[in-house]
Structure formats: C-alpha cells, structure tokens
C-alpha cells in the first residue's frame, strides 16, 4: 500500500519531470522553432506509465493528456499553432494527470496570451497579431460548419504559425512552471 508521502513525493517527481521538459522543448523551439517527436512522444508513453505505475493511474493520464493536449490539438486544426505544442502539452498532462493538466492548460493560456502580446509589440506587430487571431478563431466556424471535405475547408484558414510564429515552446515552459508554483505553494 502507497503512504501519503509515498503519493507526495510521486506528485512532486512527476512536476520535476515536467518542468523540466518544458525547460528542454524551450529551448528546442526557441533554436529550431520546433518541438520534435523524439521528445514529445517519449515523454507522452513515459507520463501515461508514470500515472499508471505511480499516479492516480492510466485514466488519469489520459484525462490529463486529453485536458492539457486536446485544445492545442483543435488550435492545430486550425492552423494557429504547432502539432508539437499539442504534442507537448498531452504529454505534460499524461505526467500530471486531469487536475493537473487543467491548470497547466490556463497557466499555459495565460503565459501564452502574455509572451505573445509582448512578442507582438516588441516587434511592432499589435494590429496585425489581434487580426491574425480574429480570422483564426473565425476559421473556427468556417472549419467545423462549413460545407466541403474538411482538408479543404483547413487549407482555406490562413497559417500563421512556423517561422514568423511564436515560438509557443518558450510559453509552454512559462506556464508549467507557474501551475507548478500553484499547485505546490497554493498562494489562496
């Protein structure tokens, strides 16, 4: 039987690990403005056996992987960000489970909308950046209720991720840190 440390210190190396993940996809993306499969999807078979072997288990890391990774999947679908931030973030989740994975998705969110409003005004782009995620979030519409073969409906939404993109890696290590101090410190 598990002791109640035995679960914290199994929570608390389950955060480590995703710290300093994020730490390392960072740097990847800031370098390459990628995150590769070579990292994502080792680490996302590693957090569904961690959650299984040492967490609340499998389900667990599933609902984890689906909470954190399945709204950056749908921004994938339309085109506003990367598949490996989606990828990133179901294998976070998969480590920290559903509860977890809820607050690094807004704690992701919210550094995201941060790093990305300083990135535009750094680089003088406010007007353009506040258009690009008017049409992307419209294409929302256009994706899932608009008539045709989805493939051609996704090819009709601008891109605006990749090279001129963000590098949403730099956001994704920013946010998981920050849910990491949440949910540690608890500051309420």
């Known amino acids: 039987m598990i002791t109640l440390l035995q679960h914290a210190q199994h929570h608390a190396t389950a955060w480590v690990v995703v710290i300093v993940a994020a730490i390392v996809a960072a740097t990847?993306?800031?370098r390459t403005r990628r995150l590769p499969n070579a990292l994502t999807g080792p680490l996302l078979l590693a957090g569904l056996i961690w959650s299984a072997a040492f967490g609340a288990g499998v389900l667990d890391g599933v609902a984890g992987t689906l909470t954190a990774g399945l709204p950056f999947f749908?921004?994938?679908?339309?085109?506003?960000?990367?598949?490996?931030?989606?990828?990133?973030?179901?294998?976070?989740?998969?480590?920290?489970?559903?509860?977890?994975?809820?607050?690094?998705?807004?704690?992701v969110a919210l550094a995201g909308g941060v790093v990305?409003?300083?990135?535009?005004?750094?680089?003088?782009?406010?007007?353009?950046?506040?258009?690009?995620?008017?049409?992307?979030?419209?294409?929302?519409?256009?994706?899932?209720?608009?008539?045709?073969?989805?493939?051609?409906?996704?090819?009709?939404?601008?891109?605006?991720?990749?090279?001129?993109?963000i590098p949403y890696g730099a956001a994704i290590a920013l946010g998981t840190a920050l849910a990491a101090t949440l949910v540690w410190v608890k500051p309420w």
């Open 74 to 107: 749908l921004f994938w679908l339309l085109r506003g960000y990367g598949a490996g931030d989606a990828k990133m973030m179901m294998a976070l989740g998969a480590w920290v489970g559903a509860a977890g994975g809820t607050v690094v998705l807004l704690c």
């Open 116 to 165: 990305a409003l300083g990135y535009a005004v750094a680089r003088r782009q406010l007007l353009s950046t506040a258009g690009n995620m008017l049409v992307t979030m419209s294409g929302a519409v256009f994706l899932f209720r608009g008539g045709g073969r989805f493939r051609d409906r996704q090819d009709a939404i601008p891109r605006y991720a990749g090279k001129e993109g």
């Open 28 to 30: 990847i993306d800031v």
